[in-house]
Antibody
């Protein structure tokens, strides 16, 4: 069955960087668009970014535009999220999600916690 | 910005009874060229990621019990659980995926518990 496994998050100081990865298994990553979504503690869900199946289309929420970059290596069946200039308000559980552009989010990873704190 | 609002924020329903959750989008999510409503419902249990229940406003995802149903069109939508089971205790979110540029806003969530 479809599996998405995010890398370990952790505690990061404000202003620093962190790269998350998401390994896809039991399906061919190159066939699907992918998203990152985060969930702040006790609060709701927020879409962050989308990348098309071959990486030629990227899009970002205003809250992370210019700081976060999505990428993918289809040969490794892996999705990435490079997060720079992290802020305390970026503290959240981060999910990688399989889903098309303008489509529902069919499969979610288990999520990884990122805490931005000094 | 497009806003998606759910009501109520929390809901307590007796086992075997019907639960109804509402979702309203500030803009229509009905795409006239294919007559589809770009709206989904998700269920999230504690410590788990969200799980897709309904897409295109009324299509059940694979493996979702038929006690879950979605209805509505345009800006107003409803998720109904016909006979509440104990395992349905969760937070439910609606999401619209119509907007361009891409935004994919979620509702704030509705916490469903047993009365």
């Amino acid at each position: 069955q479809v599996q998405l496994a995010e890398s370990e998050g952790g505690v990061v100081q404000p202003g620093r960087s962190l790269r998350l990865s998401c390994v896809a298994s039991e399906f061919t990553l190159s066939h699907y668009g992918m998203h990152w979504v985060r969930q702040t503690p006790g609060k709701g869900l927020n879409w962050l970014t989308f990348i098309s199946n071959h990486g030629d289309i990227e899009d970002y929420a205003d809250s992370v535009k210019g700081r976060f970059t999505v990428s993918r290596d289809n040969s490794k069946n892996t999705l990435y999220l490079q997060m720079n200039s992290l802020r305390p308000e970026d503290t959240a559980v981060y999910y990688c999600v399989r889903g098309p552009s303008h489509g529902a989010f069919f499969f979610w990873g288990h999520g990884t916690m990122v805490t931005v704190s000094s | 910005d497009i806003v998606v609002t759910q009501s109520p924020d929390s809901l307590a329903v007796s086992l075997g009874e019907r639960a109804t959750i509402n979702c309203k989008s500030s803009q229509s999510v009905l795409f006239s060229s294919n007559n589809k409503n770009y709206l989904a419902w998700y269920q999230q249990k504690p410590g788990q990621p969200p799980k897709l229940l309904i897409y295109w406003a009324s299509t059940r995802a694979s493996g979702v019990p038929d006690r879950f149903s979605g209805s509505g069109s345009g800006t107003d939508f409803t998720l109904t659980i016909s006979t509440l089971q104990a395992e349905d205790v969760a937070v439910y979110y609606c999401q619209q995926y119509y907007s361009s540029p891409r935004m994919y806003p979620f509702g704030q969530g509705t916490e469903l518990e047993i009365k």
